[in-house]
């Protein structure tokens, strides 16, 4: 068996990872954080950024200008029957990205998001999924790209009760114990994550603050102190 990661230090995958070093250095990222405070973002180039934060009513960025669209987390189901206005916006924005052939990265709320634009649906997971658990990238027929810079297999952070189906003709990456669906890549420029490849001390006491989901009494909820 694939060995895992040993700590949550060694799945600290920068920004820089995940895009393999496609973005370049005069490129600019529309980074769009509806969880709590902004979430770090660690992209280490030169490239130009935009944080938008639609759940405050700011305006949509310009799609066109951009060369990659980072969606995030928010402390709200897309099962909920009522969703904010903002999110029908923020789908809306995705396809468009998505059809000017962007590059596209979703990441837990962000990625379902992505995968609905995509034409998947999103459904509640089988238990929720809360702290530090390892994900392994899934036997797939078909060739991911992405599977060239990502490892094997490694602890990832979680914040999630609900997941998204794997897009048509989308590539599935990773599942774990206890969500089958943790990332895929659509083409050779758009990646959805359920798992958090952002999160850092600061990031993960925002969601403590935003969200009780940690409350949940399962063997896949890490408590407070964990």
Known sequence: PTEV??????????????????????????????????????????????????????ALPKVAACDLLLTFGAPISLLEQRVPGWVEQEKE???????????????????????IALGARVKRNDAPEVGWHPVRKVASKQGAS??????????????????????????????????????????????GFQFHFEADERTIRNFLLASKLWRNKSDSVQDKEE
């Not at 998505?98 to 995968?115: E, P, R, S, T, W």
Request: glycine letters at 8%; one cysteine or more; a negative charge.
């Open 93 to 115: 924005l995705i396809e468009l990205a998505v059809d000017q052939q962007k590059m596209v990265i979703g990441v837990c709320f962000g990625a379902q998001l992505l995968a």
């Open 5 to 58: 990661a040993k700590s949550p230090a060694q799945a600290a995958y920068s920004t820089d990872r995940v895009l393999g070093g496609h973005l370049g250095d005069e490129g600019v990222v529309v980074h769009i954080c509806d969880f709590g405070e902004d979430v770090s973002c660690r992209h280490q180039g030169h490239a130009k950024r935009e944080h938008v934060r639609l759940d405050r009513g700011e």
């Open 146 to 191: 992405a599977f060239n810079s990502l490892p094997d297999s490694f602890y990832a952070f979680h914040w999630h009760q609900n997941t998204f189906e794997t897009p048509p003709d989308a590539v599935p990456l990773y599942g774990s114990r206890v969500c089958q669906n943790q990332a895929f890549q659509y083409g050779d420029r758009i990646l």
